[in-house]
Every structure is written in structure tokens, then in C-alpha cells.
């Protein structure tokens, strides 16, 4: 079983700065993805930033340049991952809870997330 705990959320005010990072333990292997998905009320969970084992980042438009997702492959191990989410020039739509997560497609193929954080914005 593999356990993902988020912290870092809080209430920031527009235009300032948060750093949400997440700690994957467990049974892990290599060659998992890691990312960060947000819902806000009434709306669906989406794709905020996510990263490839190989290091390569991709990031949903409404967030390019403000935010940026980390992975330190060094200090990972067979029973810890982790993956921070640096954002920057906060808005007010930025307002949601953000999960993260861990996908592996390969066998053994598994997906997990974390309980959710809750990032607010606002004056």
C-alpha cells in the first residue's frame, strides 16, 4: 500500500507565494509519474503540473510561468518519493484543494493520491 501526505496549503493573499510539497511512501518503483491535480467547488479535478521520472514537466495553461513542480530523484528510495509544487503569482482562481499524485503505468501499474490540501487566495 502506498501513502501520499500533502502539506504546505494555507490562505495567501494575491500575488503572494506557497509551497506545497508531498511524500509518497510504501512499495514504490521506478518510473512513476508524480503530479499535482486542484478542484475547486462546482468544477472537476484538474492537471496542475506533473512530472515523468526522466524529469520532464508539463503544466496546465492557466499555471505556466507562476508555478513549478520539483522532483529530486537523488533522494528517493525504493520506500519514498516526493515532489514539491513551488506557485508563484497567486489569483484568487488559483483557490482549490490540490491532491497529489503518483501513477506508475508499467507493471506493476498502480495510481494513488493524497488526502488534499487546501490552497486559498485571497485578500
Known amino acids: 500500500q502506498v501513502q501520499l501526505v500533502e502539506s504546505g496549503g494555507g490562505l495567501v493573499q494575491p500575488g503572494g507565494s506557497l509551497r506545497l510539497s508531498c511524500a509518497a511512501s510504501g512499495m514504490l518503483y521506478s518510473f512513476s509519474a508524480m503530479g499535482w491535480y486542484r478542484q475547486a467547488p462546482g468544477k472537476q479535478r484538474e492537471l496542475v503540473a506533473a512530472v515523468g521520472s526522466g524529469g520532464t514537466a508539463n503544466y496546465a495553461e492557466s499555471v505556466k510561468g507562476r508555478f513549478t513542480i520539483s522532483r529530486d530523484n537523488t533522494k528517493h528510495t525504493v520506500f519514498l518519493q516526493t515532489v514539491d509544487l513551488q506557485m508563484n503569482s497567486l489569483k484568487p482562481g488559483d483557490t482549490a484543494v490540490y491532491y497529489c499524485?503518483?501513477?506508475?503505468?508499467?507493471?506493476?501499474?498502480?495510481?494513488?493520491w493524497g488526502q488534499g490540501t487546501q490552497v486559498t487566495v485571497s485578500s
Open positions: 499524485n503518483i501513477v506508475r503505468t508499467g507493471w506493476p501499474a498502480y495510481n494513488y
